[in-house]
């Protein structure tokens, strides 16, 4: 009565794993219950992150005309979704573009493949970053994207080796919005994960912007009785509201192309804490 024949469940030569596949705990169950000991896998990036600014400050009490450090432990909170080993670096205060070089040199001569920073990429007198990056050669750089929040993202390849920077806007939803349409597609791609897939959802509200930017909005997912996924563009759009943001449970995006978007139309939706890839 209870008999299970031998290749009832796993067959020889059966696949278990797909190449490009993140491993999660189900894996784990299969691959231990067949005597799997090894099986070969990418390494995770490490990446090194900067807060950047005089404003920005660690300590609890803060005066009026500071910034509590945020962005830090937000990227630090993702990096075993995301799959990355976080490093610390700290703050890069008005006047470290010195510093900043020179971590960029010692990052040539480590096992850093990526250096992060949030703030110091607009026009201001002491957003530095994109002008000490130049100092370096680059194989591809850009700055500035038609996109809503994040217009002033940055990125940079190092010419001739597998290290890049990503330059994050310094506000929250910002920061947090680059991090997930930027950096994690390219984690993603160098680890040779399958391109992640939208979910699709119904727009229970009317969205208007304008015709050539692309808007990441903060958005709630909810199910109805009837099992469709709808979707609701919440009030509050502006990047330095986080309130929003800890309300949201997805991303929607609004892409450029069109301005008016309504109620009933398809948005493509991303998780903000993990990929969409399973």
């Given at each position: 009565q209870?008999?299970?024949?031998?290749?009832?469940?796993?067959k020889?030569?059966?696949v278990?794993?797909?190449?490009?596949?993140?491993?999660?705990?189900?894996?784990?169950?299969?691959?231990k219950?067949?005597?799997?000991?090894?099986?070969?896998v990418?390494?995770?990036?490490?990446?090194?992150?900067f807060?950047?600014?005089?404003?920005i400050?660690?300590s609890?009490?803060?005066?009026?005309?500071?910034?509590?450090?945020?962005?830090?432990?937000?990227i630090?909170?993702?990096?075993?979704n995301?799959?990355?080993?976080?490093?610390?670096?700290?703050?890069?205060?008005?006047?470290?573009?010195?510093?900043?070089?020179?971590?960029?040199?010692?990052m040539?001569?480590?096992?850093?493949?990526?250096?992060?920073?949030?703030?110091?990429?607009?026009?201001?007198?002491?957003?530095?970053?994109?002008?000490?990056?130049?100092?370096?050669?680059?194989?591809?750089?850009?700055k500035?994207?038609?996109?809503?929040?994040?217009?002033?993202?940055?990125?940079?390849?190092?010419?001739?080796?597998?290290?890049?920077?990503f330059?994050?806007?310094?506000?929250?939803?910002?920061?947090?919005?680059?991090?997930?349409?930027?950096?994690?597609?390219?984690?993603?791609?160098?680890?040779?994960?399958?391109?992640?897939?939208?979910?699709?959802a119904?727009?229970?509200?009317?969205?208007?912007?304008?015709?050539?930017?692309t808007?990441?909005?903060?958005?709630k997912?909810?199910?109805?009785n009837?099992?469709?996924?709808?979707?609701?563009?919440?009030?509050g759009?502006?990047?330095?509201?986080?309130?929003?943001?800890?309300?949201?449970?997805?991303?929607?995006?609004?892409p450029?192309?069109?301005?008016?978007?309504k109620?009933?139309d398809m948005i493509?939706?991303?998780?903000?804490?993990?990929?969409?890839?399973i």
């Amino acid at each position: 009565q209870h008999v299970r024949f031998l290749g009832s469940d796993y067959k020889k030569n059966d696949v278990i794993i797909k190449k490009g596949t993140i491993i999660h705990s189900n894996h784990i169950l299969a691959l231990k219950t067949l005597g799997i000991k090894k099986i070969k896998v990418k390494k995770k990036p490490n990446v090194l992150f900067f807060s950047t600014g005089n404003e920005i400050s660690n300590s609890e009490n803060i005066p009026a005309w500071k910034v509590r450090n945020s962005n830090g432990p937000y990227i630090k909170s993702l990096n075993e979704n995301f799959l990355f080993n976080f490093i610390n670096g700290g703050i890069l205060r008005d006047n470290h573009s010195f510093i900043f070089k020179n971590q960029i040199k010692k990052m040539l001569r480590s096992k850093i493949d990526i250096i992060i920073t949030s703030g110091a990429i607009s026009a201001g007198k002491f957003d530095f970053i994109p002008s000490v990056i130049k100092t370096f050669k680059l194989s591809n750089y850009f700055k500035g994207v038609e996109i809503k929040p994040g217009k002033p993202v940055l990125f940079a390849k190092i010419k001739g080796r597998h290290k890049v920077l990503f330059g994050l806007p310094g506000n929250p939803i910002s920061t947090a919005a680059c991090y997930r349409f930027f950096v994690n597609p390219y984690l993603l791609n160098i680890l040779g994960v399958e391109y992640e897939k939208p979910i699709k959802a119904v727009l229970k509200n009317n969205y208007i912007k304008k015709k050539h930017m692309t808007h990441f909005v903060k958005a709630k997912l909810n199910t109805s009785n009837s099992g469709t996924l709808h979707l609701e563009a919440l009030k509050g759009q502006e990047s330095f509201k986080i309130k929003p943001f800890a309300r949201s449970n997805i991303w929607a995006v609004f892409p450029a192309g069109k301005q008016s978007f309504k109620k009933g139309d398809m948005i493509d939706c991303f998780f903000p804490d993990h990929p969409n890839t399973i």
